[in-house]
């Protein structure tokens, strides 16, 4: 199974609203990522955790807020949103060695912030 | 991740006709991945180079990474329109930010049938 699997596909959301992004693989990765990929843009990281713990947070407003409950799950929790949150939000794992990293990433969920 | 300049930003080609996307650093890179997305898709890894000089082939792509480990180059020969999307190259953070991967600006392929 070389699959990330991410829900909801499509999400439209409030400014009041509070909702979770869910991603999840099976293929044994320890390392996850959170991006965020704006229209015609490259995906620009946001968190990265490494054997469950937050290794790497790209000065992300609070507003975001990552979660790792087991080696295969990452949420992304949002809450009080913003029009120019609006974007492709991908998660990627990988297995981090020193050498190699390739990243797989998952079908992304389709964020609109009304 | 080390920052990489990619041209061109948009290429146009006719079936049939080759097409390359560059990518360049001012600094050594440890390695460079190039990834595929198609529109309305999400980034598909195609590739890792690792050794100076390094060339790989996947069928009618041809990868190549640089002597000197700055820049790398996706040749596409004889184009088909399966083939467009936006081709990104990626950059591996070294050290303690070995999980960070970054982007180039891609290079968004369109290929008239």
């Known amino acids: 199974d070389t699959e990330v699997t991410q829900t909801p596909k499509h999400l439209v959301m409030g400014m009041t609203n509070k909702k979770s992004l869910k991603c999840e693989q099976h293929?044994?990765?320890?390392?996850m990522y959170w991006y965020k990929q704006k229209a015609k843009k490259p995906p620009e990281l946001m968190f990265v955790?490494?054997?469950?713990?937050?290794?790497i947070n790209e000065s992300v407003p609070s507003r975001f807020s990552p979660e790792c409950p087991n080696s295969s799950l990452l949420n992304l929790h949002l809450h009080a949103l913003q029009p120019e949150d609006s974007a492709l939000y991908l998660c990627?794992?990988?297995?981090?060695?020193?050498?190699?990293?390739?990243?797989?990433f998952g079908p992304g969920t389709r964020l609109l912030v009304l | 991740g080390q920052q990489v300049m990619q041209i061109p930003q948009y290429q146009h080609v006719q079936e049939g006709e080759d097409f390359t996307t560059y990518c360049n650093s001012s600094?050594?890179?440890?390695?460079i991945q190039w990834y595929k997305q198609r529109p309305g898709g999400h980034p598909v890894f195609l590739i890792q180079?690792?050794?100076?000089?390094e060339v790989k082939k996947q069928k009618r792509l041809t990868f190549q990474f640089g002597e000197a480990k700055k820049n790398s180059s996706l040749h596409i020969t004889a184009t088909q329109t399966t083939d467009v999307g936006t081709y990104f190259c990626?950059?591996?953070?070294?050290?303690?930010?070995?999980?960070?991967?970054?982007f180039g600006k891609g290079t968004l392929l369109t290929v008239n049938p």
């Open positions: 990627a794992s990988s297995h981090p060695q020193v050498t190699e990293e390739t990243q797989y």
């Open positions: 293929m044994g990765h320890r390392a």
């Open positions: 955790y490494s054997y469950e713990k937050l290794s």
């Open positions: 600094t050594t890179l440890s390695n």
């Open positions: 180079l690792v050794k100076s000089g």
């Open positions: 990626a950059s591996q953070g070294r050290g303690g930010s070995n999980y960070k991967l970054t």
